[in-house]
């Protein structure tokens, strides 16, 4: 099992260009999410995924959009990259197994991506 | 403000000594408490996570949780170089969050020999 790939691993861009980052999982997970992560900042939310078909915004969805048609990839989009885009990008997937709403000790946990360092310019 | 808060560091500590990282959260619906490592230019792994208070080991790791004060810790006894990392708090609610994370700033630590 490859678990979580993301490519590309690094890419460069210019002010305004477009571009598309892909995650592929192979562990039949229904969630996934788009993570960012800029110093000082820790990991923050962008989009994430409950099913194919499906998208929802997260904590800082600006600027971004998202697509889930096959479950097992969910591709981050960036239609016109500015300076501020400037981070590492994470991917992650998990199982929709919960505890329900009652709660319970146990945790399914997010498997992450290696990440994509991306520069605009 | 930060729903969950950590202090960036960096801590630089000598090999074999106990390391205290700490965060600190404000929303009362989280239930679980994760700390994830992330090696450098890696993604990050789950290390361990804490349902509710309580205390968490495994190995040199151990993990506390006083919700009551809203106070996470992850303790490292004998600490190795091969620890040396960063270590993220994260936070959920659990339930129908659909799994959702609330990460802190992360810590950043080094093990020197």
């Known amino acids: 099992n490859a678990g979580v790939t993301q490519t590309p691993k690094f890419r460069v861009l210019k002010t305004g260009q477009s571009m598309t980052l892909l995650c592929a999982q192979d562990m039949n997970h229904e969630y996934m999410y788009w993570y960012r992560q800029d110093p000082g900042m820790g990991l923050r939310l962008i989009h994430y995924?409950?099913?194919?078909?499906?998208?929802a915004k997260g904590e800082v969805p600006d600027g971004y959009n998202v697509s889930r048609l096959k479950k097992q990839n969910f591709l981050l989009g960036l239609e016109s990259a500015a300076p501020s885009q400037t981070s590492v990008y994470f991917c992650a997937s998990r199982t929709d197994r919960d505890p329900g709403l009652a709660g319970g000790p146990i945790y399914n946990e997010q498997f992450f991506g290696p990440g994509t360092r991306l520069t605009v310019l | 403000q930060k729903e969950v808060e950590q202090d960036p560091g960096p801590l630089s500590v000598p090999e074999g000594a106990i390391v205290s990282l700490n965060c600190t959260y404000s929303?009362?619906?989280?239930?679980?408490f994760m700390w994830y490592r992330q090696y450098s230019r890696k993604g990050p792994e789950l290390l361990m996570y804490?349902?509710?208070?309580g205390n968490k080991e495994d190995g040199r790791f151990t993990a506390q949780v006083d919700k009551s004060s809203k106070y996470i810790s992850l303790f490292i006894r004998d600490s190795q170089p091969s620890d040396s990392a960063t270590y993220l708090c994260a936070c959920s609610p659990g339930g129908t969050s659909y799994g959702k994370l609330t990460f802190g700033q992360g810590t950043i630590l080094t093990v020197h020999p």
């Open positions: 929303n009362s619906a989280f239930q679980y």
């Open positions: 804490t349902y509710s208070s």
């Open positions: 995924s409950v099913g194919e078909g499906t998208t």
